[in-house]
């Protein structure tokens, strides 16, 4: 995977990966990344564009554009991530511009903008959307989670899960599960809270990769083993019968 670093022409572009395999379920895909995020999750991988966004440099939209145009009959379709995306208003005009190169349009969010990711639906210029569930939707359980206040993200989340399970859009909620932060209980809690859904995701956090993490401790977490995850998917499963592991 290459990625591409420019100069500031248009959108707040701050990453590019031309291709990736593990962004979109089964999708060949070029991924996106736009800074900042409302969030402080302490298990955050991405927690450059989060804290400093003004280290990396802003790539050009153009030049993102021209490489899309160029591969498009080879690409499945194109990630946008961060970050939380929908803290950008031009999210939307990001969205269409893809899509009239004609190529379908996955957007990952925290679901605190539940009147932009209606809005996206609305226009027909997002395909699928992944929403993160952090926790239980409780205060308590959901502040520890995001490392921020989570009042007002709580009915925003809320919010958003029902506009999804509202739409006829393609989606998933999923969950990075994350020792010291869920239990099967958690787990199971979540799967509760979003019961009907159309897919539910159980993501490992797993840092034996080498990547650091917004709060160094966790970093030198011991992940889940594999039957703790088994019982995390038959806890969820209760609720979401085709839960599945990623
Ligand atoms: S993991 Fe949390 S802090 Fe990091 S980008 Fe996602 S929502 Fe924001």
Redesign the pocket.
């Known amino acids: 995977m290459h990625r591409l670093t420019g100069d500031h022409l248009g959108m707040e572009i701050k990453g590019f990966v031309d291709l990736s395999l593990v962004d979109w379920d089964g999708k060949l895909t070029s991924v996106i990344f736009l800074p900042r ?1 409302n ?3 302490p ?2 991988h ?2 450059t ?2 804290l400093c966004p003004g280290k990396e440099k802003t790539i050009p939209f153009e030049r993102v554009e021209s490489y899309l145009t160029s591969k498009r009959d080879w690409l499945d379709g194109v990630c946008i991530t ?3 995306p929908t803290l950008h208003s031009d999210l939307p005009e990001l969205c269409s511009r893809i899509k009239n190169i004609g190529l379908p349009v996955k957007l990952d969010t ?1 679901g605190t903008n539940p009147q932009m990711v209606e809005g996206l639906i609305e226009e027909r210029i997002v395909d699928y959307i992944a929403a ?1 569930i952090k926790a239980p939707l409780t205060a308590h359980k959901y502040s520890r989670a ?1 490392g921020v206040d989570s009042e007002n993200a709580l009915r925003e989340v809320k919010e958003t899960i029902g506009v999804l399970l509202a739409s006829r859009v393609d989606y998933e909620f999923r969950t990075t599960v994350v020792p010291t932060l869920h239990g099967e209980e958690d787990i199971e809690e979540i799967s509760r809270d979003i019961k009907g859904c159309k897919k539910y995701v159980l993501q490992r956090f797993d840092v034996s990769v080498g990547k650091k993490t ?1 709060d160094p401790a966790f970093s030198e977490l011991k992940p889940f083993a594999d039957d703790e995850i088994v019982s995390f998917l038959e806890a969820a499963r209760k609720y979401v019968p085709t839960t599945r592991i990623r």
């Open positions: 995020c969030f402080r999750c298990y955050c991405n927690y564009l989060v961060g970050g939380e925290n993160d995001i917004l």
